[in-house]
């Protein structure tokens, strides 16, 4: 599985992204797929998390601004960003795990920068 993320860029504050993660390639069962952000010193967190089955987590400090949603016809995960804060700065990374050929793995985006900034 290959995966490719958009939809990043500069916001202000109170605004709206949204991120797309498109993935092609091959596997046999679908586990996650999840958004994971890093900003600057920090350490990569996981941000929201759709299982194949459509259920859906999320970190306490997006609940009710962000939402995380996939079109599996288009093998592509979506995270619909409001509300946007200058703590929400961050490369976003996409992220998806599944088995394929037997073994169980999970491939990165390459990350696309938000910036929430006035």
């Known amino acids: 599985v290959q995966l490719v993320e958009s939809g990043g860029g500069l916001v202000q504050p109170g605004g709206s992204l949204r991120l797309s993660c498109a993935a092609s390639?091959?596997?046999?069962?679908?586990?996650?797929r999840g958004w994971y952000r890093q900003a600057p010193g920090k350490q990569r967190e996981l941000v929201a998390l759709?299982?194949?089955?459509?259920?859906?987590n999320y970190v306490d400090s997006v609940k009710g601004r962000f939402t995380i949603s996939a079109d599996n016809a288009k093998s592509t995960v979506y995270l619909q960003m409001n509300s946007l804060k200058p703590e929400d700065t961050a490369a976003y990374y996409c992220?998806?795990?599944?088995?394929?050929?037997?073994?169980?793995?999970?491939?990165w985006g390459q990350g696309t920068q938000v910036t929430v900034s006035s």
């Open positions: 759709i299982t194949s089955g459509g259920s859906t």
């Open positions: 992220n998806w795990q599944y088995m394929y050929l037997g073994i169980r793995s999970d491939t």
């Open positions: 390639g091959s596997y046999s069962i679908l586990y996650t």
